[in-house]
């Protein structure tokens, strides 16, 4: 694997370095082919078809490529749609084309590939996928000025960095984790619950907020094990956990190790309830976990497709053409759309005029109805819960629809402005900076000066912000409730 | 990972053909084996025998080179995704002092058991066995003596790749998963266990393998509560190559590794 790696890494910065030979006007290199699409729209109405192009980031290779398949194919319909429909934005007929890349879950080659896609001249980049390689390389593009929306990063430190570029349409993992946790230590009865991750950005992240639930509602937290996000065995952290007699195994990771890992709890004798998040909630799942999937439990942000306010006709146009939906493809597909909605209503497909239009969207997708908060997280975005019933996940249940609300987390930053004010109190700091030191955080997580990791939206210095009320600003934020 | 996808494609054809599951495995390794030995033997004649008098990085080099070339091919055939096992096999569980075994992990013991049996019959007590020994111990004397160490090196190599078959099906069947690049680690591993026995010794590398699963599993269930959980699970892989190291540095021929005669 290390070697594959190895070579497709260098393929893709040869490809990169291609794709810069061939890129705009100001490149200083002869380019040798044609350009095979101007990024930039033209005014004139002479031209009468623009070209856009749309960057997606998934990993196709490795583990968890059918969930990149997936992603990308939700992107492919959005923009078969859109072309289909014969969009005009700024007085010209518009082409949107998907430049589809691999970053093979890694972060290493989240960012190469990310700057890649900037060096392509994308106008706007749907993903990545995981939100380890969505966290790196949203630096990126914040500093190209990229608007990014991501149907599937789920970690919360992806809209905590203060980049204006940064947008998803999925709960984050605050949300999910605290649910989660509850429904742990409550409803299951959960009275030992042993917890694993893959040290990924993703799995660690819904893990620790996960813990963090199970102890704020009393629950007892046996045993923290861990593994990797290409691991096959893991009878050794199992044994473990048998021996703590565990009665609720929590994994935060994706279905290529969670169905082998509920498999493995079954021939250990291992009892326990398998309850995981979003990256195990897949069919794939059942496939690779077998008879040992019956009974087990996973959370997914947002409602089930049949309930989503489009749900059924997106199911049914997609089973159509590229077969059953994995996960994400609806979320993605809203991503698209939410995207050139903003082109729509900016009247243009640059990066920096679409960018504020983004923040402002209000948008009615297949998922949800999607608006941003000031962060670039979906609002009131709601958790469901499924179990798997004669090898099918089914509908439990989902926070919102039962009449419980999702509260602020505590150690969360309130809600930053993005209107381009500076919290009171913050020293202002040129913008580059601010984002450097976003990064240079990133990896220690949650910001200990919280105003000024806000500060990084509002760009113009010294105006002071308005008196944002502290959260909860409603009843409804102010449930606190579990399911 | 050929053995195994191999396996396994043939399983799932064979699955709903309704014959008793012990035919269909014996049918899947069968297929499995004979694609190895043919994709052993081509291996052994395009990457390694033109290199036979070159300096020895060369074949280490083409080696890589074909496990990258073999990684691709497989995700070009099977695809990027992993591929469940057909729940076919029994797995009735057992407690013996209060760990569980499945009834499939004891035959997959009992398989490895008769295997090495097998080879170390074949390597000591067999014509062919003692051409294999005098090559690996010098292959100009060896073909002084008669011995066409071409074909003996072929002839390892499809023993090898005919092993390797059966240990890919035995791993797939215990995971019930298989995917393109599931060999990676294996091959480290095994290698890692063969240095740690003694190159060249088949009960050393037995032993060597044994020893190695022992470490990793005790390692990583129990390095969280010894550290206090500055060191956790996820260390797992480390304790293989720690041990590699180790046995390097202070015995680089191995546990029960032959001494070496430096000969002038």
Known sequence: ?483 | MIGAMVALTVIKLLAASGLPVFVIILVALAAAAAVCMAVGYTIERIAYRPLRRAPKLAPLITAIGVSIILQNLAMLIWGRNYHAFPPILPTSQHEIFGATITSLQVAIVLIAALMMTGLIILIHRTRLGRAMRATSENPPIAQLMGVNINQIISFTFIIGSALAAVAGLMVSANYSIAHYYMGFMLGLKAFTAAVLGGIGNIAGAVLGGILLGLIESLGAGYIGDLTGGFLGSHYQDIFAFFVLICVLIFRPSGLVGEKVSERA
């Open chain 1, 1 to 483: 694997m290390q070697y594959s790696r190895i070579s497709s890494m260098t393929l893709a910065v040869a490809a990169a370095l291609a794709l810069i030979g061939c890129g705009q006007k100001e490149e200083p290199k002869p380019a040798p082919a044609p350009a095979p699409a101007a990024a930039a729209p033209a005014p004139e109405p002479a031209k009468p078809e623009v070209t856009v192009q749309l960057g997606h980031v998934a990993p196709l290779t490795g583990p968890q490529a059918h969930l990149g398949k997936d992603n990308e194919n939700g992107a492919r319909m959005a923009i078969d749609e859109l072309n289909a429909q014969g969009l005009e934005i700024g007085g010209a007929k518009i082409k949107f084309a998907l430049v589809a890349e691999d970053d093979q879950a890694d972060p290493k080659q989240g960012t190469i590939v990310a700057q890649k896609l900037v060096d392509a001249k994308v106008n706007g980049v749907i993903g990545h996928l995981n939100s380890g390689t969505t966290i790196p390389a949203s630096k990126i593009y914040f500093d190209a000025g990229i608007p990014q929306i991501s149907g599937s990063a789920t970690n919360p430190k992806y809209t905590q960095q203060g980049f204006a570029t940064a947008f998803r349409v999925m709960a984050n993992d605050v949300q999910q984790g605290k649910v989660l946790g509850e429904y742990a230590a409550k409803q299951m009865a959960g009275k030992t619950i042993a917890i694993i991750d893959d040290r990924t950005a993703y799995g660690q992240g819904l893990a620790d907020e996960f813990e963090k639930s199970v102890v704020a509602v009393g629950g007892k937290v046996a045993a923290r094990e861990f593994t990797n996000d290409k691991a096959t065995d893991f009878a050794a952290i199992l044994t473990k956990i048998k021996s703590k007699k565990a009665d609720v195994v929590f994994y935060g990771g994706m279905d290529a190790q969670g169905g082998p890992m509920a498999k493995q709890m079954k021939s250990l004798g291992l009892k326990a309830k398998f309850l995981t998040g979003d990256g195990g909630c897949t069919p794939e799942f059942i496939k690779l976990a077998g008879a040992a999937s019956e009974g087990q439990y996973c959370s997914l942000p947002g409602v089930p497709l049949d309930q989503m306010p489009g749900g059924k006709a997106f199911g049914d146009a997609f089973s159509a053409k590229y077969g059953q939906i994995q996960l994400y493809a609806p979320y993605v597909y809203d991503a698209v759309m939410v995207m050139v909605d903003s082109m729509k209503r900016a009247n243009s497909v640059e990066s920096a005029k679409f960018l504020p239009e983004v923040g402002k969207t209000d948008y009615q997708g297949v998922t949800a109805k999607i608006q941003f908060d000031d962060k670039g997280d979906l609002k009131g975005g709601s958790i469901s819960l499924y179990q798997v019933k004669d090898g099918k996940w089914e509908y439990r249940r989902n926070n919102i629809l039962a009449g419980l609300p999702w509260s602020r987390p505590p150690g969360v930053a309130p809600r930053s402005t993005f209107k381009g004010c500076a919290p009171a109190g913050s020293a202002p700091v040129p913008p580059r900076r601010r984002s450097k030191c976003a990064i240079w955080r990133q990896g220690r997580g949650p910001p200990k000066d919280g105003p000024r990791m806000q500060n990084n939206r509002g760009f113009p210095q010294g105006k002071a912000c308005p008196n944002l009320p502290a959260w909860p600003r409603s009843a409804k934020e102010n449930g606190g409730g579990a399911f």
